[in-house]
């Protein structure tokens, strides 16, 4: 719910106006609503955004720098953070271009007694710039600038606003979850493992509305992540603030909204493209999602280049997603599909590479990151070994993105697919990147508007890439959506973001151990998100409705990967997968809910 803020119609506070008493409790009220949307204390003034990206370290000697004397652009300091693939570098964050066909929207003037967008922004931060992104706005400043201190003394790895040595008190990393008893007090005592990263885990779970809630009386305790994962409220705020000021359709009109709405757009391509890593925002071709991207790379460079007799190669743990529309290619142009096995931890036999790749061999479209077994493939050597025989590789990233730092120019991809809401982004948007020489030489998948330079009755001259494969109105607010969501990850780190799920995901491993009967499914030794498992004896949806009657919700059944979950025998598992807003409060919910399903 918003909170009214009260606006004096006075031009200054002078005491002898004989409106002062309204002014003056204008302000305070004023003042005290902000704080308390904020989660402060009406008395606590604002402190700045230390120059940095959290769950990155401080480089010694350096001072975070106070927003307000940054220079224009929100650059400043002697450390600038550009986002490519994920690591920070030397290199400033450019602006995102604004479409050559139109005029960019004019800014609309900042409040009052609040400074102009610094280009930087914290993640939980509601207020936004004139194109709908979330902003941090430096507030009466000054000279305030506190830096979080540790128990004992020490400066932590990340850094965030009006942190203090009694509010680390409350993070649930320096102290017992509440309520919930530690997983090592059901049985088996876990072996030692380092603590968890230094990561504000409670602060970031504020920011999704959705962990607030309640399901069958419990607080929610979400574990489908690798299903879809949930929106933090700076995404749920920039969909809704394109749909109620700047909604117009894109490129084709000359008026104001059309400027804003195409700035929003090709400004999250260049988003996508540097959390991709790539060269080129012409590289980025926006689509629904991983399965689209999938179908489009097929039946468009594949009917271009696979025939009769040729072979496509893809590994046992392929989601649906990658192996379906290859088939359909397959039966079209008589191609055959072949598979690299998986040995009973659910890895790859890469060593059997060598020989499945041969002249025949036209495509190898392989997942990062298994969606069933949360198995991390060794993609940069598969790409290696294909290129060196002259074949192309498609890397399904669907699973990898929401956990890993990628950059397809150093794993030199070919192509690359994501979806948009396993990244904390809307539904119904996701991209393909495609080499720039590969994607000008495909034949576009859809006709229709936009994707067109001409057309008449005898022909039509297409668009370049990326255009020629967007045909139609596309999902403006979803590609907002998705850029904010970008934005929120670089803002934490994704570095930081990984490491902090890694050390959740061995905590969870091993608290599973600790469940009498249960029968993981997946141990390779590289992994991400993932801990499927199956209790002999007890059916999958069983164990899921007892879990949901606690309020968790994981996923049972077969995960859209039936030739990778069938190689262990079984048809499904339960699969609860990890996201870096869970904590080990939810693993240990999981484990004690797993318990008393067991002792039943």
């Not at 809307?426 to 393909?432: H, M, S, V």
């Not at 999902?475 to 959506?481: L, N, P, S, T, Y």
Request: proline share 8%; aromatic share 8%; charged share 20%.
């Amino acid at each position: 719910m918003s909170i009214p803020r009260l606006e004096p119609s006075l031009p200054s506070f002078d005491s002898g106006t004989e409106d002062f008493g309204t002014a003056l409790i204008s302000r305070l009220a004023n003042e005290f609503f902000s704080g308390a949307a904020a989660g402060n204390a009406p008395s606590v003034s604002p402190v700045s955004l230390p120059h940095t990206v959290a769950g990155l370290p401080v480089e010694p000697g350096e001072v975070p720098v106070n927003p307000l004397e940054a220079p224009q652009g929100g650059q400043g300091g002697n450390r600038d953070i550009a986002l490519s693939g994920g690591f920070p570098n030397a290199s400033a964050i450019s602006a995102p271009p604004v479409h050559p066909t139109v005029v960019a929207a004019e800014p609309e003037p900042a409040p009052k007694n609040e400074q102009p967008p610094t280009g930087t922004h914290r993640p939980g931060d509601t207020r936004s710039h004139e194109f709908g992104e979330p902003s941090f706005y430096a507030q009466d400043l000054g000279s305030r600038l506190e830096v979080p201190v540790k128990r004992d003394g020490a400066k932590p790895d990340w850094q965030l606003p009006g942190l203090t040595e009694e509010s680390l008190a409350e993070f649930y990393f320096l102290k017992d979850a509440p309520h919930i008893p530690s997983f090592s007090t059901f049985g088996t005592q876990p072996s030692a493992f380092a603590a968890l990263p230094d990561f504000n885990v409670d602060g970031v779970r504020k920011d999704f509305p959705a962990l607030q809630q309640h399901v069958n009386g419990k607080t929610l305790v979400w574990l489908d992540n690798a299903a879809t994962t949930h929106k933090p409220q700076s995404v749920i705020d920039a969909t809704s603030r394109f749909y109620s000021r700047d909604n117009s359709n894109i490129h084709r009109a000359a008026h104001t909204l059309a400027a804003r709405s195409t700035e929003l757009f090709e400004g999250g391509r260049e988003k996508v493209r540097q959390f991709l890593g790539a060269a080129d925002a012409k590289e980025i071709v926006f689509v629904r999602g991983t399965t689209e991207a999938i179908n489009l790379v097929a039946q468009s460079w594949g009917h271009q280049n696979i025939g009769q007799g040729d072979e496509i190669l893809v590994s046992q743990l392929e989601h649906h997603a990658n192996i379906v529309p290859w088939q359909i290619l397959a039966s079209q142009v008589g191609a055959n599909l072949r598979v690299i096995p998986i040995n009973d931890r659910g890895e790859l036999l890469i060593e059997e590479l060598p020989r499945l790749l041969n002249e025949r061999t036209k495509i190898v479209s392989v997942t990062q990151v298994s969606n069933a077994l949360g198995t991390v493939n060794p993609v940069q050597e598969i790409i290696a070994m294909a290129h060196s025989r002259g074949i192309p590789v498609l890397v399904d990233g669907a699973q990898s993105t929401p956990h890993l730092p990628i950059n397809v120019q150093a794993l030199d991809a070919d192509f690359f697919v994501f979806s948009g809401h396993k990244v904390f982004g809307p539904t119904g948007i996701g991209a393909l990147y495609g080499k720039s020489h590969l994607l000008e030489a495909m034949p576009p998948w859809q006709g229709g508007g936009h994707m067109i330079k001409d057309v008449s009755f005898e022909r039509t001259v297409y668009n370049a890439p990326p255009e020629k494969f967007e045909a139609g109105t596309p999902d403006i607010a979803g590609v907002v959506g998705l850029g904010a969501a970008i934005d929120y990850m670089f803002e934490l780190g994704i570095p930081a973001l990984a490491a902090y799920e890694h050390s959740l995901l061995e905590y969870a491993e091993e608290a599973l151990r600790s469940v009498h009967g249960v029968r993981q499914i997946g141990t390779a030794s590289d992994k991400a998100s993932v801990f499927g498992f199956v209790v002999p004896g007890i059916p999958n949806e069983r164990i899921a409705k007892h879990l949901d009657q606690q309020g968790i919700a994981v996923r049972a059944g077969h995960h859209c990967a039936m030739p990778a979950v069938r190689h262990f025998g079984v048809e499904g598992t339960i699969r609860p997968s990890l996201a870096f807003y869970n904590n080990r409060a939810d693993v240990d919910a999981l484990i004690h809910a797993l318990h008393q399903i067991v002792r039943r």
